[in-house]
């Protein structure tokens, strides 16, 4: 059954302190791993798609990365509104397009 | 260009009651899936609509019904509630794909509507 693990579950940085989440999946088949962010009462916002390893995208201070098991979502130079829960989500190769599943997610505080 | 609305934003229930809860997709997109989502969990896959059919079902108990209409907005019915099913349940809508394509889909997600039981 595929299964994804985020690690930490809370995370705190001071403004501009770098650090880097963690999710590790197992999966029989990858068709693409999502990053997604998620506000306090919000829905998910989606970050990026990763589809194989050794791949690597950005967007502003979000650097997000993929080997065989795990993926990393780099974090540089955070601001106090990248506070939120970043979820991790793999779809899976043999179940078609709608099915994510998901992690616990890691919830960031980035403190001023 | 609207993106996915969900009604209601809260609701609260006794055990035992019915509730619908209410999606309309994305601009231009035609599938609806909907997911439940826990306190400090991640969410979880209930069911996929397409062309006003269940393509695809995650673990979840008959209760659990869903409708798609002619316009790709689609309802998620839970009869006899229990307190488990307090969550966030997450509407997203993406273009359907067929198994043999390439590539992922990425879905776009409501605010949710917030169910409490008591």
């Known amino acids: 059954e595929d299964q994804v693990t985020q690690s930490p579950e809370a995370l705190r940085l001071q403004e501009g302190e770098s650090s880097s989440l963690n999710c590790s999946y197992t999966?029989?088949?990858?068709?693409?791993l999502f990053w997604y962010r998620q506000d306090p009462g919000k829905g998910p916002e989606f970050l990026f798609t990763?589809?194989?390893a050794g791949e690597e995208k950005e967007k502003e201070r979000l650097k997000a990365t993929l080997t065989k098991k795990e993926s990393f979502l780099h974090i540089t130079a955070p601001k106090p509104e990248d506070s939120a829960t970043y979820l991790c989500?793999?779809?899976?190769?043999?179940?078609?397009?709608?099915?994510?599943?998901f992690g616990t997610g890691t919830r960031l505080l980035v403190s001023p | 260009d609207a993106g996915v609305t969900q009604s209601p934003t809260h609701l609260i229930k006794t055990r035992g009651q019915q509730v619908t809860l209410r999606c309309s997709p994305k601009?231009?997109?035609?599938?609806v899936s909907w997911y439940q989502q826990a306190l400090g969990q991640g969410p979880q896959f209930i069911f996929q609509?397409?062309?006003?059919?269940?393509?695809q079902r995650g673990n979840f108990p008959d209760r659990f019904s869903g409708h798609q209409f002619p316009n790709y907005s689609s309802e998620l019915n839970v009869n006899a509630l229990l307190l488990g099913d307090s969550a966030l349940y997450l509407c997203?809508?993406?273009?359907?794909?067929?198994?043999?394509?390439?590539?992922?889909?990425?879905?776009?997600f409501g605010a949710g509507s917030r169910l409490t039981v008591l």
């Open positions: 989500a793999v779809q899976e190769l043999y179940t078609g397009f709608q099915k994510l599943v």
């Open positions: 999966v029989s088949g990858l068709r693409g």
């Open positions: 990763l589809y194989s």
């Open positions: 609509y397409y062309e006003e059919e269940e393509r």
């Open positions: 601009s231009g997109h035609d599938t």
């Open positions: 997203a809508s993406s273009l359907w794909r067929g198994q043999g394509a390439s590539g992922a889909n990425v879905l776009t």
